[in-house]
């Protein structure tokens, strides 16, 4: 998307610090990050490396990626590892 698009904050459960209770909402405080990754064209074994300079034999580009995540619901669902997990749910 390009950069002028709003983001839409994900919804889910967190603690709200003024009552103490779990609550159903929107985040509130989310974490936004560039990462780079790269495609890799030629394929090495499983269990083997490669010297950092023969890199540009196996890979052929790269890609910034703008990766958000939604701390204080994360920090909910980390305490009881159960049914919740919000990095891999659809939204």
Do not use: C
Request: glycine share 8%; proline share 11%.
């Amino acid at each position: 998307m390009p950069s002028s698009t709003p983001v839409r904050r994900p919804k889910g459960i967190r603690w709200d610090h003024e009552s103490g209770q779990p609550v159903f909402g929107p985040a509130v405080q989310m974490d936004f990050e560039l990462e780079m990754g790269y495609f890799v064209s030629k394929p090495i074994p499983m269990g083997e490396t490669i010297k950092a300079i023969d890199a540009p034999d196996h890979i052929f580009g790269f890609v910034l990626l703008n990766d958000w995540s939604s701390r204080d619901i994360q920090a909910f669902e980390m305490t009881p590892l159960g049914p919740f997990h919000s990095k891999g749910k659809i939204s």
